[in-house]
């Protein structure tokens, strides 16, 4: 399993933006080969800060979301509300299970 988490830094006048678009984003992602979950969040202590946390079930199916139309609209889109660049990482995961 792939997994990528990050923050997302968004100018604070464009967050509303940046959630209608982030919206779209989780919807059309949901439906891709291979997605095991794509969500945004809010970060309670800053709420022009947005996490995103995905779960594949390989690389081969993250390398074919980024070469989505969603994936290509919503970069264009987001590149106009950043106020710094992402900080996203992705995790190769061998092992998991419940706490």
Same mark, same amino acid.
């Given at each position: 399993?792939?997994?990528?988490?990050?923050?997302?830094? @968004?100018?604070?006048n464009?967050?509303?933006?940046?959630?209608?678009?982030?919206?779209?984003?989780?919807?059309?992602?949901? /439906?891709? &080969?291979?997605?095991?979950?794509?969500?945004?969040?809010a970060?309670? /202590?800053?709420?022009?800060?947005?996490?995103?946390?995905?779960?594949?079930?390989?690389d081969?199916?993250?390398?074919?979301?980024?070469?989505?139309?969603?994936?290509?609209?919503? &970069?264009?889109? @987001?590149?106009?509300?950043?106020?710094?660049?992402?900080? @996203?990482?992705?995790?190769?995961?061998?092992?998991?299970?419940?706490?």
């Amino acid at each position: 399993m792939i997994v990528v988490s990050g923050s997302i830094y @968004i100018k604070p006048n464009k967050v509303e933006q940046a959630i209608e678009a982030a919206k779209v984003m989780m919807e059309k992602t949901a /439906e891709e &080969q291979g997605c095991i979950s794509y969500r945004f969040f809010a970060d309670i /202590e800053a709420p022009d800060v947005f996490r995103v946390f995905e779960e594949w079930e390989s690389d081969e199916d993250l390398q074919a979301h980024f070469k989505t139309a969603h994936m290509a609209k919503f &970069q264009k889109q @987001i590149s106009g509300f950043l106020a710094a660049p992402p900080a @996203i990482r992705r995790y190769v995961v061998s092992e998991f299970g419940d706490l």
